[in-house]
């Protein structure tokens, strides 16, 4: 495929085991290796306790959102992030919210809509992240 984005209602965040599952993400460990898969939960860890903290009553979250290298640039992206919001609001969700690790993509969430709410650096990960939040009423 050309990309792909997943969102959730903040009323399942954090994700519950069976969730995990039922996602594949279980698989992570054979993948990266159990040291790596470590630092990554307790990376998701804070950024969920972050997410929790600061989320509205009624929030949506972008838990993944890509798009393949040879289609990136080509507006892929801002177009599946604009149908998410559509069926978030849709559905009554009254903000989204989404994290990234990459400090190039601030500047992009931000072209479309979205405002930085909370950045930090966990001294359990030592990868930053910045949480961002665009109302949708």
Known sequence: GKGILMWISGKYV????????????????????????KRLQ??????????KEKAPNGFAYIWVVGVHPNYTGCGLGKQMIQ????????????????ITENSKNVGFYEHIGFELIHTETPD?????????????V
């Open 14 to 37: 954090p994700l519950k085991f069976s969730q995990v599952f039922r996602s594949g993400l279980i698989w992570t460990p054979f993948g990266i290796g159990l040291s790596a898969c």
């Open 42 to 51: 307790a990376h998701s860890t804070v950024c969920e306790h972050t997410l």
């Open 83 to 98: 149908s998410a919001l559509e069926k978030m609001r849709n559905q009554g969700h009254s903000t989204c919210l989404v």
């Open 124 to 136: 359990v990960s030592k990868i930053p992240y910045w949480l961002m939040s665009r109302e949708l």
